[in-house]
């Protein structure tokens, strides 16, 4: 229940006007839903989410070849596509970890930091992966801060 802001009549919440005066009120303010700005699920259309979510699952499965051939099979899919920059951005990460890793792999603790963060990445991988089963196109964690191939 409202009440009109004129004569303080009480009324129902989707009437736009005051039935007693017929003053008009203002709209019943809809909480905005809240969207995570690494939620781009509404971009896409859902045509696309539904003919082409086979497809955007494949480059969390198989790393770069995988990549390639999402990137192949749905050329035309914007919805793949989010999935693909999103799956080598996981993909060019892991690879400078383990580059690193390698190369300062004497110093001990850099590989071990290494081998956490390649496990933190394959549960990002993993849950992407479950919201391309949900038809999302979310963002992973963590890597979303990296401006590169948004
Ligand atoms: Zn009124």
């Keep these: 229940m409202k009440y009109c802001p004129k004569c303080g009549t009480q009324m129902d919440d989707n009437l ?3 039935p007693s005066c ?9 909480p905005a839903a809240v969207v995570p700005a690494t939620d781009h699920t509404a971009e896409y259309d859902p045509k696309d989410i539904s003919d082409n979510k086979v497809v955007a699952m494949i480059p969390y499965l198989s790393g770069y070849i995988g990549i390639i051939i999402a990137a192949i099979i749905a050329k035309d899919s914007p919805y793949v596509a989010f999935h693909v920059r999103q799956a080598l951005k996981l993909n060019v990460v892991s690879t400078l970890i383990m580059l690193v890793s390698a190369i300062l792999c004497w110093t001990f ?3 071990i930091a290494g081998m956490i963060c390649l496990a933190i990445i394959s549960v990002l991988e993993i849950i992407a992966f479950f919201q391309v089963c949900g038809g999302k196109a979310k963002e992973p964690a963590i890597i979303s801060n990296l401006k590169f191939l948004k």
């Design 16 to 18: 736009s006007f005051c």
């Design 22 to 30: 017929g003053a008009p009120t203002a709209a019943p303010v809809a």
């Design 109 to 111: 603790i850099v590989p």
